[in-house]
């Protein structure tokens, strides 16, 4: 069975700061990884995947993750963080084993950035 | 091009009372999920449906839930009696726009999701 961890339940930076939202995973298979955020009373917004090719993904709003094979990760990360990158992060991952599949995700990881 | 539409938005019910919540996907998804989200937890899939089949309800607690997805495109979640654990966040998805495949690889993979019903039964 295919799961996602985020180990963090929030993640407190200062703008202008980098910031790195955790997230490691398991399947059988090949995974295609994603990571989408939640604003209050909103529904989960795409932030962007891993497919294949190359391991560090770029994504929207500055954005990206890094795909480490080895150590089953993808962690997000951002160079500069902004008040308004606060919000409810979660990964989650697909494992095709035809045509489509179950997209599971992790639990979330509430990110706080302080001015 | 819209995105996923769901209705409600918000529910207040009394347990035991039924209650439906309506999706209509992306224009052309074939694929479309129902999840749930509990407060404070990520999405859990209840329903998955590819076109008018549903491909994976494991998770769909068929006591008391119900879903239909009749030509394929919009989708309704019942769920009769309603109790008080169902509180939650019901979220509809869908996903599979065109199909891109590179080498053995399908690059149209995410899903879109709706803003989401919030259910509250007292």
């Known amino acids: 069975a295919q799961s996602v961890a985020q180990p963090e339940d929030q993640v407190n930076v200062a703008e202008g700061n980098p910031l790195t939202v955790k997230c490691t995973y398991s399947v059988s298979g090949n995974p295609y990884l994603f990571w989408y955020v939640q604003y209050p009373n909103r529904g989960l917004q795409f932030l962007l995947k891993y497919i294949t090719g190359d391991n560090l993904v770029k994504g929207s709003y500055g954005f990206e993750a890094e795909f480490n094979k080895s150590q089953t990760s993808f962690h997000l990360k951002k160079p500069s963080a902004l008040v308004s990158d606060s919000a409810l992060y979660f990964c989650a991952v697909r494992d095709i084993t035809g045509t489509a599949s179950k997209l599971t995700f992790g639990t979330g990881t509430r990110l706080q950035v302080t001015l | 091009e819209a995105g996923v539409v769901q209705s409600p938005r918000y529910k207040i019910i009394e347990k035991k009372q039924p209650v439906a919540f309506w999706c209509n996907p992306i224009s052309g998804h074939n694929t479309l999920y129902w999840y749930r989200q509990n407060l404070g937890q990520g999405p859990e899939l209840l329903i998955r449906y590819e076109n008018e089949e549903a491909v994976d309800d494991s998770q769909l607690p068929k006591d008391r839930f119900s879903a239909e997805r009749l030509k394929g495109v919009d989708s309704t979640l019942k769920i009769q009696p309603a109790e008080l654990g169902d509180s939650a966040v019901y979220l509809c998805?869908?996903?599979?726009?065109?199909?891109?495949?590179?080498?053995?690889?399908?690059?149209?993979?995410?899903?879109?999701f709706g803003q989401g019903t919030r259910l509250t039964v007292v």
């Open positions: 998805a869908s996903s599979h726009p065109r199909r891109r495949v590179v080498g053995q690889r399908d690059m149209n993979t995410e899903a879109f």
